[in-house]
């Protein structure tokens, strides 16, 4: 028996309501282009839109305009989707809450999660929506992913609740250590003003 290895999320599909709905949410407010327009193959009465969240990745929705947005909070019972997080810059980040609140759309709030900041809105249709900003660069050569399996194992190691920054910069350190040779004989941490 061997495994399906997977290599990244292909694409994610929303069942949507109209089209405008969809174009003014994922392309007005979210800033992903409109790359992509058809019918849904498998029921010609419906479009299917797609959207690019800004790494090459897609964003599909399915549209139909005689339905309209309900914005009840989505389903979360198990096999539902809870949320979506997209990943901006903590240049965006400092702006959501401005942005968000000059359209009258209500928010969580900046959310401190440790190795990251969160802002949780919904979508017209009631979807969770979550705007993350890491907190770290990850080395080169190196993923994020890479900073956090370290910054985990180094949590557990000692002991704490959850991931801190001190976790993550120690992994960052640990990481370039590993990666990147010296010449030095001992790479130990000095004080040069001692």
């Known amino acids: 028996m ?4 997977v290599q990244g999320v292909h694409h994610i599909t929303l069942t949507g309501a109209d089209r405008q709905t969809s174009i003014d ?38 549209t139909n305009e005689t339905r309209t947005p309900d914005r ?32 009258g759309v209500g928010h969580s709030g900046v959310k401190d999660r440790g190795f990251m900041d969160s802002i949780y809105f919904k979508d017209p249709l009631g979807l969770l929506i979550e705007l993350a900003c890491y907190r770290f660069e990850p080395p080169v050569g190196c993923t994020h992913a890479d900073v956090m399996i370290e910054a985990h194992r180094l949590r557990v ?27 030095s004989q001992d790479r130990a941490a000095r004080n040069p003003y001692a």
């Open 25 to 62: 949410f994922w392309e007005g407010l979210l800033g992903m282009p409109f790359i992509f327009d058809q019918p849904n193959l498998d029921a010609p009465d419906e479009g299917h839109l797609y959207f690019d969240p800004g790494d090459g990745r897609l964003i599909t929705v399915f």
């Open 72 to 103: 009840r909070r989505t389903p979360t019972e198990p096999g539902c989707v809870h949320h979506l997080a997209f990943n901006v810059s903590h240049a965006v980040f400092s702006q959501v809450i401005e942005r968000l609140e000059a359209r």
């Open 157 to 183: 190691a000692r002991g704490d609740y959850n991931i801190q920054e001190v976790h993550l910069a120690d992994a960052i350190e640990m990481l370039v250590e590993r990666r990147q040779d010296s010449l």
């Open 2 to 5: 061997r495994k399906l290895q």
